[in-house]
C-alpha cells in the first residue's frame, strides 16, 4: 500500500533498527486486536474464492491464518523455504530507498499495528491486516517473488534517477489494484484490493471502471488517487508479464517518458486494450 504520506505516520518509530524494522512484540497484541483481525479475515474471506486469482486463493488457504494475528517468524520457516523470501516487522510506511533495499533483498517489510475498530471499511496506511493478508500470499507464488525483487531492485536505480514517481505508480496499477485475465473473466491479484470488503467486488463487477490491458509505459504515466475506489485497473495474463516487463533496463524508458504527460486516472487513450465491461 502506498499510503499518502502527508500526514504524521502512526506507527512508534522510537524502537526501530537502523534498516527501519522493529519486533512483532506479538504478545503485546490484545484480545480486541485478535478479534478484530478475526472480524477484517472473515469479511475478506467470503470474498476471496469468487474475486481473487487462484494463486492467492490457494496460498491464504495454506497460510491457515484466519484465528488470530499472525508471528512474522511462523510464517518465515514457511516462506524462506519456499520463494526464499522473509518477511519483517516495521512501524508503518518506510522511506523509498528503505522500502526498495528490503524488497531487492527479498525482505517484505510488514507493518506491526492493527488498525482500530472504527477503520474496518477503510485505513489510508497499511497496516498488518492490508500487509499480511493483502500482500504475503502471493509471496509464496515464485514468479510473482521474483517480479517483487526486480521491482525493488529497478527502485534503487529509478531513486537514482530521479524516476520514482514512475515506479510508485507501475507498483499502484500491479501490486497494489493488478487484475489477472483468467478464463472466467479478470480476478484480483493486487493487495489494496484484496484486502478492502468494498474495492474487492467492485473492481472485478462494477461496469464503471476502465480495465486496461498491461502496457508498462502507459501505466508509468498514469496518475492514481489514492483514497477513492480505482478509475481504471489493468489487466495481465500472467504473472511472468509482470516479470518480464521489468527485465529491460528502465533507463531508456525513463528518458522517452520524460517528454511525454501524465494521464488522467479515469482516462483512455486510443491505443488501450480494453476488457468488455461485466454484463
Ligand atoms: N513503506 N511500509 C511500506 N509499505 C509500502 O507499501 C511502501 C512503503 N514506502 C514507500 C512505498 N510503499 C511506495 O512509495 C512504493 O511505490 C515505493
Ligand atoms: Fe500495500
Avoid at 135 to 140: E, G, M
Avoid at 227 to 250: G, N, S, V, W
Amino acid at each position: 500500500m502506498t499510503g499518502d504520506t502527508a500526514h504524521a505516520p502512526r506507527g512508534d518509530y522510537s524502537r526501530m533498527r537502523p534498516d527501519y524494522t522493529v519486533e512483532q512484540e506479538w504478545s503485546d497484541y490484545t484480545a480486541a486486536e485478535h478479534d478484530l483481525w478475526r472480524r477484517l479475515y472473515a469479511r475478506q474471506a467470503a470474498l476471496v474464492p469468487k474475486y481473487a486469482c487462484r494463486e492467492f486463493i490457494d496460498s491464504l488457504a495454506a497460510l491457515d491464518s484466519a484465528a488470530a494475528i499472525p508471528r512474522l517468524e511462523a510464517v518465515n520457516a514457511r516462506l524462506r523455504k519456499a520463494t526464499r523470501w522473509v518477511l519483517v516487522g516495521v512501524p508503518g510506511l518506510l522511506p523509498d530507498l528503505d522500502f526498495f533495499e528490503h524488497l531487492a533483498n527479498r525482505r517484505f517489510p510488514v507493518t506491526v499495528w492493527l488498525r482500530k475498530p472504527e477503520e474496518f471499511d477503510y485505513i489510508v496506511e497499511p497496516d498488518v491486516f492490508h500487509d499480511f493478508f493483502g500482500h504475503v500470499p502471493l509471496l509464496f507464488d515464485p514468479v510473482f517473488a521474483d517480479y517483487l525483487e526486480a521491482y525493488g531492485r529497478g527502485g534503487l536505480k529509478a531513486h537514482a534517477l530521479g524516476a520514482i514517481e514512475m515506479l510508485a505508480r507501475l507498483y499502484w496499477y500491479t501490486v497494489e489494484f493488478g487484475l489477472i485475465d483468467t478464463p472466467a473473466g479478470p480476478r484480483a491479484y493486487g493487495a489494496g484490493i484484496l484486502s478492502s470488503g468494498g474495492e474487492l467486488p467492485y473492481c472485478i463487477e462494477s461496469g464503471e471502471p476502465n480495465r486496461i490491458g498491461f502496457d508498462l509505459l502507459r501505466i508509468m504515466r498514469t496518475r492514481y488517487k489514492i483514497d477513492t475506489f480505482q478509475e481504471t485497473y489493468f489487466f495481465i495474463r500472467e504473472f511472468r508479464e509482470l516479470f518480464e516487463a521489468t527485465a529491460p533496463d528502465f533507463a531508456p524508458y525513463y528518458a522517452k517518458l520524460r517528454g511525454a504527460g501524465l494521464i488522467a486516472p479515469g482516462e483512455t487513450l486510443a491505443g488501450d486494450r480494453l476488457a468488455v465491461a461485466p454484463r
